[in-house]
């Protein structure tokens, strides 16, 4: 019996990496635009750091997460509990007073598998830590609007606010009253939040719950001044990027984390899952974990919602894989030549592909039509013989005769300065 992927993980195969590659590529030079440095954090940490940031009574916690109770470890699903972690550890703060991070890679949660979600999932994760500024909370969304902008995608934003300390229990007490008048009229596990994560409610997807909070108070109605002033001032600096937005009072995030600004990116191309990015502020959490009393905010984005989104609308042009030459070799004298000039070659830095099976010169240029091969250099017996190859250029179909009457380090040369630097 064949022995395949766990349900819900999923190989990412040469034929898609391109994307993926893309993907990081652009984020990466983004977030250097914009002062993010890149922070690597293990996949596993103790459960107690996820149980305290992202709360007890989150869906997260209580279902999702793949936890090892016999040794108190837990793989992570989701980045800024790790970061968080890693900064108070290494006194970060101390080093530089805002800290701007970034990371990407893998996180895992137990949950059903479907379009553009996966158990292990791929995000990237970007942070500015020690910032209370509204600008810096537009800042961070512009940021994320111009990665989605330059990967060609088409997406809405929308925000709120989720308040403070301050102003958030008297609405979450006024949320539960309303809740209960309506107990009958909600999801079972509706029913469960209004005792335990009463504001989850709000985005509950489920239709009956969706129409019962059509009618909930909105906790922006019930922000404190600060909070209030806060929002308007996100507001003000998102128009002055030029962003579009929507404000939406139903808008919660899962984590308990959260305080004042979240967002979302939305699409409309992947089903019920609308989300390919999301965040918001958590000016409690650093303290809370045992750190410095700082604020800090930031996003993550599914890699794998991005790839699928690329796939369906955008229209960029990124750089696939290729080989800037494949060297075909006809008989022993000749594939003794093409190895030793692809040794010299790759350590020029050409990539450079060569067939040792001694196949047809059908197949060898079919082979190097599937590897995408910018040039192929072509050496039979004859060729050989005449101290003469042919250098063809797999896009144009063009050839040329390429000498041999030196030695392999110049024809490294000669072909280098042929081929050129590599597309962008």
């Not at 107690?48 to 007890?56: H, K, N, Q, W």
């Not at 650093?286 to 410095?292: D, F, K, R, S, T």
């Given at each position: 019996?064949?022995?395949?992927?766990?349900?819900?993980?999923?190989?990412?195969?040469?034929?898609?990496?391109?994307?993926?590659?893309?993907?990081?590529?652009?984020?990466?030079?983004?977030?250097?635009?914009?002062g993010?440095?890149?922070i690597?954090?293990?996949?596993?940490?103790k459960?107690?750091?996820?149980?305290?940031?992202?709360?007890?009574?989150t869906?997260?916690v209580?279902?999702?997460?793949?936890?090892?109770?016999?040794?108190?470890?837990?793989?992570?699903?989701?980045?800024?509990?790790?970061?968080?972690?890693?900064?108070?550890?290494?006194?970060?703060?101390?080093?530089?007073?805002?800290?701007?991070?970034?990371t990407?890679?893998?996180?895992?949660?137990h949950?059903?598998?479907?379009?553009?979600?996966?158990?292990?999932f791929?995000?990237?994760?970007?942070?500015?830590?020690?910032?209370?500024?509204?600008?810096?909370?537009?800042?961070?969304?512009?940021?994320?609007q111009?990665l989605?902008?330059?990967?060609?995608?088409?997406?809405?934003?929308?925000?709120n606010?989720?308040?403070c300390?301050?102003?958030?229990?008297?609405?979450?007490?006024?949320?539960?009253a309303?809740?209960?008048?309506?107990?009958?009229?909600?999801?079972?596990?509706?029913?469960?939040?209004?005792?335990?994560?009463?504001?989850?409610?709000?985005?509950?997807?489920?239709?009956?719950?969706?129409?019962?909070?059509?009618?909930?108070?909105s906790?922006?109605?019930?922000?404190?001044?600060?909070?209030?002033?806060?929002?308007?001032?996100?507001?003000?600096?998102?128009?002055?990027?030029?962003?579009?937005?929507?404000?939406?009072?139903?808008?919660?995030?899962?984590?308990?984390?959260?305080?004042?600004?979240?967002?979302?990116?939305?699409?409309?191309?992947?089903?019920a899952?609308?989300?390919?990015?999301?965040g918001?502020?958590?000016?409690?959490l650093?303290?809370?974990?045992?750190?410095?009393a700082?604020?800090?905010?930031?996003?993550?984005?599914?890699?794998?919602r991005?790839?699928?989104l690329?796939?369906?609308?955008?229209?960029?042009?990124?750089?696939?894989?290729?080989?800037?030459?494949?060297?075909?070799?006809?008989?022993?004298?000749?594939?003794?030549?093409?190895?030793r000039?692809?040794?010299?070659?790759?350590?020029?830095?050409?990539?450079?592909?060569?067939?040792?099976?001694?196949?047809?010169?059908?197949?060898?240029?079919?082979q190097?039509?599937?590897?995408n091969?910018?040039?192929?250099?072509?050496?039979?017996?004859?060729?050989?013989?005449?101290?003469?190859?042919?250098?063809?250029?797999?896009?144009?179909?063009?050839?040329?005769?390429?000498?041999?009457?030196?030695?392999p380090?110049?024809?490294?040369?000669?072909?280098a300065?042929?081929i050129?630097?590599?597309?962008?």
């Open positions: 019996m064949k022995i395949q992927a766990i349900n819900g993980f999923k190989d990412i195969l040469p034929d898609t990496i391109d994307r993926w590659q893309y993907i990081e590529q652009r984020a990466r030079d983004i977030f250097a635009r914009f993010l440095q890149e690597r954090v293990p996949i596993l940490e459960t107690e750091l996820f149980v305290r940031s992202i709360g007890e009574a869906d997260v209580e279902k999702e997460m793949y936890s090892f109770p016999d040794k108190g470890i837990t793989m992570r699903p989701e980045a800024t509990a790790s970061i968080m972690r890693a900064f108070i550890e290494h006194g970060l703060h101390v080093q530089q007073p805002v800290q701007r991070l970034y990407i890679g893998p996180m895992f949660r949950e059903r598998p479907q379009k553009g979600r996966l158990r292990q791929h995000q990237l994760d970007a942070e500015i830590i020690g910032a209370t500024e509204p600008l810096v909370d537009a800042e961070l969304i512009a940021m994320g111009m989605l902008d330059e990967l060609g995608l088409h997406t809405s934003l929308e925000i606010s989720l308040g300390p301050v102003c958030r229990p008297p609405f979450k007490a006024l949320l539960v309303f809740l209960k008048q309506h107990h009958t009229d909600l999801c079972d596990d509706c029913r469960r939040r209004t005792h335990t994560n009463p504001l989850r409610v709000l985005d509950c997807k489920q239709a009956t719950c969706r129409a019962v909070v059509q009618s909930a108070p906790l922006l109605d019930m922000l404190c001044r600060d909070c209030d002033d806060h929002f308007q001032r996100v507001g003000q600096a998102l128009h002055h990027f030029d962003l579009d937005f929507q404000i939406n009072r139903f808008m919660v995030r899962g984590l308990d984390y959260y305080t004042r600004t979240t967002f979302e990116f939305l699409t409309t191309a992947l089903g899952q609308a989300a390919v990015g999301a918001g502020r958590y000016d409690g650093i303290e809370q974990l045992g750190g410095p700082l604020s800090g905010i930031g996003f993550a984005m599914g890699l794998e991005l790839a699928l690329m796939e369906q609308q955008s229209t960029q042009k990124y750089t696939a894989s290729f080989m800037d030459i494949f060297l075909i070799a006809l008989g022993d004298n000749a594939l003794n030549a093409c190895s000039l692809a040794h010299l070659l790759r350590k020029n830095g050409v990539k450079t592909a060569i067939d040792y099976a001694g196949r047809s010169l059908k197949a060898q240029l079919k190097a039509n599937r590897i091969a910018r040039y192929s250099l072509i050496l039979g017996e004859d060729e050989w013989l005449q101290h003469e190859a042919i250098l063809r250029n797999m896009h144009t179909q063009e050839q040329q005769p390429f000498a041999l009457t030196d030695t380090e110049e024809w490294c040369s000669r072909l300065d042929i050129g630097p590599a597309p962008q």
